[in-house]
């Protein structure tokens, strides 16, 4: 009997571990077949006359859908970059400075509802903030600022930091929290008054975690679809202007996949188009985890 | 703490989180107000009809919500079990646990159409047609569908699951673990019959986690199995399916007349806000429930 139940506990406990192996096999599993559909540009050479590596980053025209159709990777790339800046550059000072404010100068009935408002902003479905930024969030900002084209970068920049905002807010919100009370009480005795002390002592030891939360931000930022493709116009400029019309990467892939033909070089492109925003995702993921790894380590005094 | 007095980075701060905070509110406000005026009960059971610009947004309901029960059916038991592992079996020094909580890391992290590229790739070109091929059907599953749509999401929810079960499991105290263990209980006893009820409401929130964010998500299943206009509902798991979150999509960027379509399109953003709004702050209000269950006691 003893024998038997604790050869039932030995399987149960390798079903669990199978079990739990299937995330490890879920993210080769997406690195793979991902892959496998942008390998014909590596091995084809009848893909290779239309789409190749070197035709990626040698031309600056993205013209997919044509009788000389043409796969520039640089205005795609270029309109990535263009959307993530404005993103970061608006929703990294209100994430970490609303972070800042809520642990260490709210009072605690206002942190019980700040904290739910951005869990609520966390929920809100990435199509309805495309939807916001298209039929709102557009005209207002074109009224105020006078551009001209009504949908471009600037735009798809605000509503993708609406996105980005909970992450930074909430990890950055963790890590300051996480700050021993004793180096706060240290500041303050020694004669620092509250805003020196949240600006020299308590947000410099949360550094480890507001790095991450910008990361993961930043992560977020680049592999976000439908906000972009919404909010951004689609057109796929080559300009360093914040109100011109633009396209990203990921955008790329969602408008076109349903239109290109199976198997044809435009369908490799737009995989190998993804499986570059995979790999770019993965390691700034990667690097924000391993600075949470070591910022927990040090929290718990082993670093 | 010492109270703030009013200073200039106070209120710089304070600024900022207020802006968060109006944000939030404009956009829900700004949903609220456009989008309740044309509800109705038919608006929720009837079809669209003359190209969107009329109707109701009854097959997108039905078919989200069959999309998340299926999702719900597939990825909570698989990552109930491997929070289970994370929380009760690993040693947190081995290399398989650290590759486990690696994967589920950069699992949260891939972006969400790159999991619509995968779904296509790999269930619908290489097990949808590959089950056909083994089973010799006609064109059944090797084709974009409800079954694969649901599988894809609930690849691209594991680390919901995982991250809040897990977070719950945690949360019982040891004493729960050794009492049962000390009166005879094996370990698996243990986890299934005190820490698994235990940790149940985190359990839970999870499961509803992942329902909000599979039914908002629309990249991911643009390309597996959601139909652009599809007023037939569907009857089997080899189906195209309309979606609330596509069907937005849909009706912003390619209606061929966008004043007649506005009224429409505000109210079905409207529902499908108030589910998964209402799907998070149960959420919500569940794990605080949880975390004050075990700090009294």
Redesign the interface.
């Known amino acids: 009997m003893k024998r038997k139940s604790r050869a039932a506990e030995k399987a149960i406990e390798l079903a669990i571990a199978l079990v739990a192996m299937s995330t490890i096999a879920s993210i080769l599993l997406i690195f793979l077949f991902v892959m496998r559909e942008a390998l014909p540009i590596f091995t084809s050479l009848k893909v290779q006359k239309e789409a190749s590596l070197a035709r990626f980053f040698t031309t600056t025209i993205w013209q997919p859908v044509s009788d000389w159709p043409r796969y520039g990777f640089a205005p795609l790339i270029l309109g990535t970059f263009k959307i993530t800046f404005v993103a970061l550059l608006f929703a990294i000072p209100l994430g970490v400075g609303a972070a800042l404010f809520t642990s260490e100068f709210a009072p605690r009935r206002a942190k019980e509802f700040l904290k739910p408002i951005v869990e609520i902003l966390a929920g809100i479905p990435s199509v309805v903030l495309g939807f916001f930024a298209l039929i709102v969030l557009a005209s207002f900002l074109q009224r105020v600022l006078g551009y001209g084209s009504r949908l471009n970068t600037f735009n798809a920049g605000i509503a993708l930091g609406f996105a980005v905002i909970p992450t930074i807010f909430t990890i950055s919100e963790d890590a300051l929290t996480a700050v021993p009370k004793s180096l706060r009480e240290a500041s303050l005795a020694l004669g620092a008054d509250p805003w020196q002390t949240a600006w020299r002592v308590t947000l410099p030891a949360a550094q480890t975690g507001i790095l991450a939360s910008i990361l993961l931000g930043l992560g977020r930022a680049i592999g976000e679809t439908m906000i972009v493709l919404m909010a951004s116009g689609n057109a796929s400029l080559f300009t360093a202007s914040v109100f011109d019309s633009t396209r990203s990467l990921s955008a790329t892939i969602a408008a076109e996949l349903g239109e290109v033909v199976f198997g044809d070089p435009h369908y490799n492109t737009l995989y190998f188009i993804g499986t570059l925003l995979f790999t770019m995702t993965f390691f700034v993921n990667l690097g924000a985890s391993l600075m949470v790894d070591r910022l927990k380590r040090k929290l718990a005094g082993k670093l | 703490?010492?109270?703030?007095?009013f200073?200039f980075?106070?209120a710089?701060?304070?600024a900022?989180?207020l802006?968060?905070?109006f944000?939030?509110f404009a956009?829900?406000g700004?949903?609220f107000w456009f989008g309740h005026a044309h509800l109705s009960w038919e608006f929720l059971t009837t079809p669209p009809k003359e190209g969107m610009t009329a109707g109701g947004i009854f097959p997108a309901i039905f078919g989200t919500v069959l999309l998340v029960f299926l999702m719900t059916i597939a990825v909570v038991p698989?990552g109930v079990?491997?929070a289970?592992?994370?929380s009760e079996?690993?040693r947190e020094t081995s290399p398989?646990t650290r590759?486990?909580r690696?994967?589920?890391?950069?699992?949260?992290?891939?972006?969400?159409?790159?999991?619509?590229?995968?779904g296509?790739?790999?269930f619908i070109?290489?097990l949808g047609a590959g089950m056909d091929r083994a089973l010799h059907l006609d064109l059944t599953f090797g084709q974009p569908c409800l079954l694969w749509a649901a599988m894809t999401l609930a690849?691209l929810n594991?680390p919901v699951v995982?991250v809040t079960t897990e977070e719950a499991l945690k949360q019982v105290p040891e004493d729960y673990r050794h009492a049962s263990l000390a009166l005879g209980a094996?370990?698996?006893q243990t986890i299934w019959r005190v820490i698994l009820p235990q940790a149940l409401p985190g359990v839970l929130t999870g499961a509803i986690l992942a329902i909000?964010?599979g039914?908002?998500?629309?990249?991911p299943i643009?390309?597996t199995g959601a139909a652009y206009f599809l007023p037939q509902l569907p009857h089997a798991l080899s189906d195209q399916f309309m979606d609330l979150?596509?069907h937005?999509?849909v009706m912003?960027?390619q209606s061929p007349d966008v004043e007649a379509t506005?009224p429409i399109?505000y109210s079905t953003?409207f529902v499908?806000?108030s589910v998964?709004?209402l799907?998070?702050?149960s959420a919500?209000a569940l794990r605080s429930a949880l975390r004050r269950r075990f700090q009294r006691g």
């Open positions: 703490m010492a109270k703030a007095r200073s980075p106070t710089l701060t304070g900022m989180t802006t968060i905070v944000i939030v956009i829900l700004n949903i698989i079990v491997t289970i592992y994370l079996y690993a398989l590759l486990v690696l994967a589920v890391s950069n699992l949260a992290g891939v972006p969400s159409i790159v999991f619509g590229l995968f296509l790739g790999f070109q290489f690849v594991m995982i094996s370990k698996w909000s964010r039914a908002g998500e629309v990249a643009m390309f979150g596509y937005v999509y912003a960027t506005k399109l953003v499908l806000l998964t709004f799907l998070n702050l919500i």
